[in-house]
């Protein structure tokens, strides 16, 4: 990944990037019904990597699958790429955990961006407290084991109805999580800081007693002005 | 709207208030599943003035369509009276916002008194900052455009399965939010108050030790001269 | 119900006792959907005492009907013994509330361990002040009476699709509710203990650099070496 | 049950009941979401017997459990009176069945009126072809023990959100079940019929071209005389 | 409404006509989730003419307001143009009518093409046989006034999430309804004649052993040349 | 697949076979909320052949991605072998179709046993007068390119909640369709077998009179012999 364009997605919105996905035709990037544990950290930015969860059969997933060193739950976990944002494919059920707090702060450890699931997590109130994110719909103290077999690695995968293929790149904020096509992330990236710059230019005029008509967006001929005026005072 | 009602409804509770409409039949007046971004602010108070959405025709829906200044959900901001509540009918569908932080500081510069859609913000984690109460359903950066069309201004609308006619009086809380038919206000504030009143009392009868039977409500004969007591002590 | 067995389960997580009972075939008893309105408290741990609510039909629910001192939805609050945990079947309704302040803090002064409905509790910013743990799916301001009849104390039910026996074992911490069935509780708790005691070293572990592979579980036969050493120095 | 109420029952639709119990204030009687295996049958009528069933438990719902004899399924097969309506409260969950084909016999056998379940019935394509009428939410193979423990007969009970007391009188026909308070069944089977003969009316005009304006509601002064006719003409 | 267009859509599918609007950028225009009562009617083909409910306040919607004939339901009926169909916009609720058998049958007898909701009908077993194509989600007793409000007439309206403006054309097979917007229905009506005629070759070559691929889309050369025969010997 | 396996399972019930799996500790083999578009045909057997569908994105889903022969979707139905059933995990979304009639019909033509997803079928008409069974939650008309991307073939998936595992035994009928695991598929089968003969054998009983109590299970010793004298009787 582009470390300009890594850069810059960690100062623009998942509002802005929607925008402009939505301006190329994309509707359903961001990922539905997934929040951060921790809102206070700073966005998210890395590749995908996937994980992808099936509906567990019992006689598959008793609690000694674990001493399997290649279940695909803890290959992902030491697989993932440092810098990377791990998905997991959960078919939205937050009934039982998609991981807990010991596998997050693994990846954590190993320097992964952080960790996406539209099911939920367990030991929710422990990582709310790490430093890495990470986003799911709802606590859920019930092992993965209970609902949820790990059946593949970096496969194109949903997640909260959002396509994910693996190499796209992810953006979470405290609002959610945005998947961005990996050949349109230097264009986005680029457009999205120039769209942050004139929004605080808007919310500062805004602030100031302006109407939003004429303003946002900028059909009154004399927006451009007070913007390059204001972009110029403000070293944009 | 009557000042002294508003300033009533400023110190009552949306359960009291649940309560005053269900002892006269009506049920469903509170906007359900929505919360509001910032649970600190004191109660909004004020008019429904309402926007109604239709899901969104993606040939009618480009970018370009906020050029157009009669857009409604443009002119919604500008037209919603200051100390009035702007209540948007977005089908429950929180899958894209219902608008975003630049229209919402608008909204708040104007002297709107809150504003609530039963479908999502984005930029949420700006609104939550702002000084005007804002309630939705969740967060969501996907533009309006994606999946929601601003059809018609100030429209009766479903917001939340509660019936919401323009001119009702609106009150939120850290709890929800509540319709009261305006032809009900005064009666409703005023006996609400007198009901907070009494809540109080048992209240702090309950923490001095007092069972609930008997006392909520106050069939023992006892109470009632307990709470005059109490009403004169406090001097309410 | 054993001290020594509340003791243990006030310092483990509902995530823990989870895998504790998956072990012996239990996959479905924790309370889904449910959160606390006070993360911050410590755990809450008690005997389940149980109340069942059935819709209400509109002529056997006017507000007159707690003119009754017998009436269950009061008695419960009444009966519900000290230390016990009172949970309330609302069949997963949040329409309308299950309980609001006044009652909850009737259960608190009581000396009740807790209070979970799988519905939503009204006067919601207030019980988030209490010291006392409570759950539920979301605030609700509406009373009771709108969709909810109190019909039964103490009957086996379903809350949050969890099977609850009068007498079970009840422990909820900040990320949610599990239900532990009476028989298995000290055995339970004092798995959970050991369970923990591994985990925290495990979580030590990692955070010091070490893989999950053959550390959780432990396959690595260098980490029962590595964890009896651990142990020793914390001295538990 | 009185055996006129039972007559005019099986001749009266539930939509038409529906506006009956409306009318005094009844609004959740109807069963939702529910329908017939077999829509060609005539009107089910009977008093309400009801079996509630919780969350299954796995170590409490072996399949021996069918051993013993006093297992509630089993007993409320044999116990619902014959002319009775056998109402299931399954938590409107249908993943697994409330009951099959076998128990579904036995009940048409002793002479029962009919069975409904919130959830689902099992062996589904058979129970399609008895005598007696089935009411469901959709097919379901599992065994009840999958996920419902039968718990209790005869208690008050939720079916599809509409409330059941024991002794209710319950009307299906081929678009659903209602739920009649015991105390009004008399006089909501004699208004029904009554109302049932002024539709059948109405909708000879409607056929025959004239404007429902003035008829249904009669507010055209025309309309008393031409029913007095038709009614007279008919003998009804 | 052009008449050539009208007779066109009765004889394809809305599954065909699907396709033509995806080509073309819309991606909702199918009514989500409705079915047909008759699924033998022929197509239903029409103007679509709206009406608007909004949640039911109590006190605003007793029995007695039918007594007033500019009622937006009783109008909507009556106003509704001959050939148009009237959709309804029911909140995609289902739990109480949109409207019943006589208000179908006026519209029947007065040469309306065909009603929908995205809620429910009751008396729907009667409707179920009327010679006018009529589309719910399910059956529904309860008198609309339960729950819906009738409000506005003849205004842009969702219907199962699918986006309608008054006089798009609707049309409605075996398989649900689809929404046609206006300015597009002679070119889709075309264009879906043309790939009825394609696809109903591309059948009779699958039913006579020819794969798949290379045959639909026709990328093999020589299924040019087969289809240009087989249309010139069905005169097609 | 053994043929004698396969022959068995024409013959019995996904209910029986529900029970049979569910002795064996799996519970959740049944396939949630399908059902069969003719459920007159007889049973479906066969070995489960998977397709996997993920969230679309739009500019990877223009109408042309069928000019590759290679795609995903068009592969599976050339593919899934003879005698097998080609099973969707379309993530129970049936707002958009799985696949038509032209792919359907070319799977019947191949003489694949039977096709199944979670999500809609559209053509769904012409699909219910075809020989082979299919099985879908509800039709629907738009093409899955709306919002199903096919990504992988005969991988493991879940299709209505259960874990599917590449050639396992998969048995519809006209309740629904079962998903047994492959290893176990020749034990279930006979012992599903002999459970019937003993069902049948009830069901006759029943019909004659007797209680369910003691007969089923046949805890009474007098049913042993009954059941020995009717099967030797009945030749089974």
Redesign the interface.
Known sequence: MNPQTREKLTKV???T???AL?????????I??V?PLN?ALPNMVGEAFTLRY???????NP?TV??D?SHPQ?QA??QCPEGAVLLMDS?KDA?A?SA????V??LM?RGVAGVVTDGGF????DIAKYTMPAYHA??????N??LH?A??IN????CG?????PGDIVVG????V?VI?AHLADEIAAEAVEMTVF?DF??QQ??A?R????L??P?DPEVAGLFAAWRAAKGR
Do not use: W
């Not at 807990?100 to 596998?103: N, Q, S, V």
């Not at 496969?155 to 949903?158: A, C, L, R, S």
């Not at 109805?161 to 293929?165: E, L, R, S």
């Not at 904020?173 to 959610?176: I, K, L, T």
């Open positions: 919105s998942t509002a990037l929607c925008t939505f301006k190329r035709g994309l509707r359903n990037q961001f539905q019904n929040h809102p099936m509906p567990a059969r019992e006689d598959l609690i674990f001493n060193r803890r976990v030491e078919r009934r955990a807990g707090g010991i596998l702060s693994r450890k367990r030991d929710s109130p709802r606590p859920s103290a019930p092992t084991l209970t077999q059946i593949a496969e194109p995968i949903g109805d959002a396509p994910v293929f904020d405290a609002e959610g945005i096509p929004e808007v919310q805004v602030m007693g109407s939003v008509l004429g946002y967006p059909t």
